[in-house]
């Protein structure tokens, strides 16, 4: 079967971004941008069920920028066979990318797409589903054991709570939680070998996607700011302090 | 003006995450409606009916809706959507799961855990970790969110007075089956919606010497969390995980031990009304957030501030 990861360029994650001055988003300008953690999962699982034989070929699909193409790089460094950009200059939500990756997966036809739970930067935790929804395929979030089948995906989630595991009929949307696996390390032949990987690109016209949002972002702030707090120097004065000052005990 | 809340239940019990989107809907304006969506759950409806500012519940009851599977409960919320303008559901591990399939359907965008109401199109979400905030306006004809529970407090459990309707169920999706759940049992507070929560991290060391919290959350009627560290080690169950993947909280105390208080653990915590570092290393960036630090090993400070309390 073939397999698809899907793979966001976003600011690294040690990076402490700061807002614009006026407002208008996050200053990602010279920051050091990187593969979403959560999709360096969900690739490395697609590269893991081809190593196990349950998968034939892995096709790792980004949306954006024609920078996106690094992060495709990155993931045929990880083992995937092939990428495909779906390059656009439009800042994409959502909605759109599940579109335009619904029309790579028409194309494509695979048998499993897998997916990050969430992209860090717009946190927005939507993607992987609107994708399962628009293709009318089941679908299994947060992701923390996939074991594949005959004709279905057995997939251990977590939830509030603790784990439940589901069963899908394939094909199926897949998305990666934290625990699903520890990806690995890209190495220095892989990264050579990657560059001589087939990379396509596609764009959202040739798709028959409108990549404009109906959403849109009147402004971004500063979270507020807490009161500068208070090293106490023992114990007997933290009590004292939670007691009587911030009167929560 | 409707607004539909997609309650979070377990079949017996509402969930108070749904209390807090139903404020959420308040504040919207117009009036509240009530989906509950399982099976053997008319208990979980009448306690939404008892829910202050509910105006009606919906109960669709039957064996598909039993576990909250994404097709079926999607469907589920679809077959009744199309007589609100705004669709609400907690941002929960089940919320997330299905708010984004219905949005898709509906072909609008979704707006996730949101944590303010400007107007009835306008909101407001943390982005990046929390470390941003934006606020957004939908054109979308219908408004499909995920509501963040700390962002708003709970409507009264009791004190309403809202009909019971029930509505047809779905036919089973056939696309995926529930096979199991493994849950864990504990007899404190919900993490999500404790007073006060003891996180332990890194320094811990173990998951034996991580017991060394059970005395002091005792004490204080509190949940446990841990940050990711602490849970990639073994030291603490996934679900107590606090951050930006894990759980968000804001209790009005939150004391964490042994934590250096990375962004994404930040994004899960900093909501919180008083917040206490315990930890060893002066620098930690925890202490950047804490409103009472103290520099000290926790083997010594824990049991000290457990027998002082």
Redesign the interface.
């Known amino acids: 079967m073939k397999v698809i990861a899907a793979v966001k360029r976003v600011v690294d994650y040690n990076v402490n971004v700061r807002v614009k001055a006026d407002q208008s988003g996050v200053d990602i300008g010279n920051v050091k941008m990187s593969m979403n953690p959560f999709d360096e999962i969900a690739v490395e699982a697609a590269v893991r069920l081809k190593e196990q034989g349950a998968a034939a070929e892995v096709v790792a699909v980004s949306c954006g920028t024609a920078q996106s193409q690094e992060t495709l790089r990155t993931a045929l460094a990880i083992g995937a066979d092939r990428g495909v950009l779906v390059q656009t200059d439009v800042a994409l939500q959502p909605l759109e990318v599940a579109k335009l990756l619904c029309a790579v997966v028409r194309k494509e036809s695979p048998s499993l797409v897998i997916l990050g739970k969430q992209a860090i930067d717009d946190d927005a935790c939507q993607t992987g589903q609107m994708l399962a929804a628009l293709l009318g395929w089941p679908q299994a979030t947060n992701a923390s054991a996939i074991e594949i089948g005959a004709g279905t995906a057995r997939v251990t989630r977590e939830v509030d709570g603790g784990l439940e595991v589901v069963e899908l009929t394939l094909p199926a949307i897949v998305t990666a939680d934290l625990r699903l696996n520890e990806p690995r390390y890209v190495t220095l032949p892989n990264i050579m070998k990657a560059k001589k990987k087939p990379l396509d690109t596609e764009t959202p016209e040739g798709l028959g996607v409108d990549p404009a949002s109906r959403l849109q972002t009147l402004r971004v702030e500063e979270p507020a700011g807490r009161a500068p707090g208070v090293k106490v120097a023992d114990v007997a004065a933290l009590v004292d302090k939670l007691k009587n000052e911030a009167k929560v005990i | 003006m409707t607004t539909l809340v997609i309650a979070e239940h377990d079949n017996a019990q509402l969930k108070g995450a749904t209390l807090n989107a139903v404020a959420a809907a308040a504040k919207i304006g117009g009036d509240v409606h009530v989906l509950v969506a399982g099976a053997n759950a008319r208990a979980v409806a009448d306690q939404a009916a008892q829910a202050a500012g509910v105006a009606k519940v919906l109960l669709a009851d039957a064996p598909q809706l039993a576990?909250g599977?994404?097709?079926n409960v999607?469907a589920q919320v679809l077959a009744v959507a199309s007589s609100y303008s705004h669709i609400l559901f907690p941002a929960?591990?089940?919320g997330?799961?299905?708010?984004?399939?219905?949005?898709?359907?509906l072909?609008?965008?979704?707006?996730?855990?949101i944590i303010g109401v400007e107007s009835a199109d306008?909101f407001q979400r943390?982005?990046?970790?929390?470390?941003?905030?934006?606020?957004?306006?939908?054109?979308?004809a219908v408004k499909v969110i995920t509501v963040r529970t700390t962002g708003f407090d709970a409507v009264a459990a009791q004190g309403g007075s809202a009909s019971v309707e029930d509505v047809a169920a779905v036919a089973d999706?056939?696309?995926?089956?529930?096979?199991?759940?493994?849950?864990?049992k504990s007899d404190r507070p919900?993490l999500?919606g404790a007073r006060?929560v003891v996180s332990g991290g890194r320094g811990l060391g173990s998951a034996e010497n991580f017991k060394i919290l059970d005395p002091l959350a005792d004490k204080?009627g509190a949940a446990l969390g841990a940050s990711?560290a602490a849970v990639?080690a073994g030291y603490a169950?996934?679900?107590w995980q606090v951050g930006?993947?894990g759980?968000i909280v804001a209790p009005?105390?939150y004391v964490a031990v042994g934590i250096s208080g990375a962004?994404?653990h930040l994004a899960g915590m900093?909501d919180s009304?008083?917040?206490?570092a315990i930890n060893k290393d002066?620098e930690a960036p925890i202490?950047g957030?804490?409103?009472?630090?103290?520099?000290?090993d926790l083997f010594q400070?824990v049991p000290?501030?457990t027998n002082?309390?």
């Open positions: 576990d599977l994404a097709e999607a929960t591990a089940s997330k799961n299905v708010a984004p399939r219905v949005a898709a359907k072909d609008v965008a979704q707006i996730s855990d306008t943390p982005i990046y970790a929390g470390n941003a905030i934006a606020t957004v306006q939908s054109a979308d999706s056939g696309l995926s089956t529930f096979v199991g759940r493994e849950v864990a919900e999500a006060v204080l990711r990639d169950p996934n679900d930006q993947t759980k009005q105390l962004i994404q900093k009304k008083v917040i206490v002066p202490f957030v804490a409103d009472y630090g103290l520099v000290g400070v000290e501030l002082a309390l």
